[in-house]
């Protein structure tokens, strides 16, 4: 592990194999750690990571999983602190960390699962231009009395990062989400498609970007930079055979929702509630959308980054 000491005093720890990439402008892909430690329960989390780092692998790119790790963040986290992250000490399990965390975290030396928005932040200062996860956050329902807006949307009005996904969650706001991108500046792109997905399903009836392939997506995302913009979404639906018909979805989302209501549950605690809810009301289905997506982002990054790293 190389350490990185230029950050006035702050240390960034980049993995051996980032650094070797980064120095001889081969593909990589940032993966988040939020998947490991808030996602699916131990061995399945575990699993779940070194499959999605393997998918970045298998099309020749370099997986790059961001998370802070004893106070140091770390571009490229070890077997080890993957397993950590996976398996934490119960009395101390890694905090979940969105861009404003990220320096309470390292002054308590604790470990940190990154977000979107804190991966995005993080990657971007190891010079990582191309991130997976499976869905951003965005514009919660019912925002407008909660002001319940992820700093997703905002860190990719800021951080020049690409973001493949498969849309926003599903939990969300999919129309009004789409507005603050707009507004912000950010190109949201559908992979061989022109209608925004929505998570688990393909589909949300939303309008986007066509984009064929990969070296269509690398062009635009060359041309955006050097016009001065910041952050892309690539959006992709999930694969057919694991997707979600939208109305199950939403009915099954305003289950979910009445009872957070009942229930007390909100700020940060909503999204976990509700994705577990749907867990349930879906017997599971939702889980396994979630998986197969998460891999497919995964393996369609790595083609993203291998096309911008040829231009």
Not at 22 to 27: D, E, N
Not at 37 to 51: C, F, I, M, Q
Not at 105 to 131: I, K, P, R
Request: glycine content about 10%; proline content about 6%.
């Amino acid at each position: 592990m190389t350490l990185e000491h230029d950050r006035k005093g702050i240390s960034i720890a980049v993995s051996a194999e980032v650094q070797a990439a980064l120095a001889a402008g081969k593909p990589l892909v940032a993966l988040e750690s939020t998947v490991i430690s808030h996602g699916l329960p131990y061995p399945h989390n575990l699993e779940l990571a070194l499959a999605m780092e393997q998918e970045v692998r298998d099309q020749g790119a370099v997986p790059a999983t961001v998370g802070i790790v004893a106070g140091v963040p770390t571009v490229g986290m070890d077997a080890a602190a993957i397993r950590r992250f996976a398996h934490p000490d119960p009395h101390h399990p890694p905090l979940k960390v969105s861009r404003r965390d990220i320096g309470y975290v390292v002054a308590a030396g604790g470990d940190g699962a990154t977000t979107v928005a804190a991966t995005m932040a993080l990657a971007h200062l190891a010079g990582v231009q191309v991130f997976a996860t499976g869905g951003i956050g965005g514009v919660h329902r019912g925002a407008r009395e909660t002001w319940d807006v992820s700093a997703d949307l905002t860190e990719l009005e800021r951080t020049p990062v690409l973001v493949v996904c498969a849309g926003a969650k599903a939990i969300l706001d999919l129309p009004a989400t789409l507005e603050y991108l707009e507004t912000g500046g950010v190109p949201v792109l559908g992979w061989r498609t022109a209608e925004f997905p929505a998570f688990y399903s393909v589909s949300s009836g939303l309008p986007v970007a066509y984009a064929q392939d990969a070296s269509f997506v690398a062009r635009a995302w060359k041309a955006h930079r050097a016009l001065g913009g910041a952050g892309m979404v690539l959006a992709v639906p999930p694969p057919v055979e694991d997707a979600i018909d939208r109305a199950v979805v939403e009915a099954a989302i305003e289950r979910a929702l009445n009872r957070a209501v009942k229930e007390g549950v909100h700020g940060p605690a909503v999204t976990p509630f509700l994705l577990a809810a749907l867990a349930r009301e879906t017997e599971g289905e939702s889980v396994r959308a979630n998986v197969a997506l998460l891999r497919q982002n995964a393996r369609i990054a790595a083609q993203v980054a291998t096309a911008i790293a040829g231009i």
